[in-house]
């Protein structure tokens, strides 16, 4: 799942809720943090949703982004739990060099 801080902040009940009662397969919420406030009204640290649901909260850069979705896809697995990649805007502006073919 893809959402914004705002989006998390709906999910919250239940992200809390699939870490009490365990999961089957990996889940993984890339959420998208604003940090300025540039293209929603509120700024947010989404990290806080780690400590409050107890689950692995990843911050790649933009070089490890795609092994940082493995990782959480592996970790969620592992754990039974929900796994969260929080991407910023500074993460999402930033180069990306290609994938080797």
Same mark, same amino acid.
């Given at each position: 799942?893809?959402?914004?801080?705002?989006?998390?902040?709906?999910?919250?009940? +239940?992200?809390?809720?699939?870490?009490?009662?365990?999961? #089957?397969?990996? &889940?993984?919420? &890339? !959420?998208?943090?604003?940090? /300025?406030?540039?293209?929603? =009204?509120? &700024?947010?640290?989404? /990290?806080?949703?780690?400590?409050?649901? #107890?689950? $692995?909260?990843?911050? +790649? =850069?933009?070089?490890?982004?795609? $092994?940082?979705?493995?990782?959480?896809?592996?970790?969620?697995?592992?754990?039974?739990?929900?796994?969260? !990649? /929080? &991407?910023? +805007?500074? /993460?999402?502006?930033? =180069?990306? +060099?290609?994938? $080797? #073919?």
């Amino acid at each position: 799942m893809i959402v914004k801080h705002v989006g998390l902040n709906a999910c919250a009940d +239940p992200l809390v809720h699939a870490t009490a009662q365990g999961l #089957r397969s990996g &889940v993984v919420v &890339v !959420v998208g943090d604003d940090l /300025r406030a540039a293209a929603s =009204d509120v &700024v947010q640290d989404s /990290r806080y949703y780690g400590e409050v649901a #107890r689950v $692995p909260v990843l911050e +790649p =850069d933009g070089e490890t982004l795609a $092994p940082a979705i493995e990782a959480a896809f592996e970790a969620s697995e592992e754990f039974s739990r929900i796994a969260i !990649v /929080r &991407v910023t +805007p500074d /993460r999402l502006d930033a =180069d990306v +060099p290609d994938a $080797p #073919r």
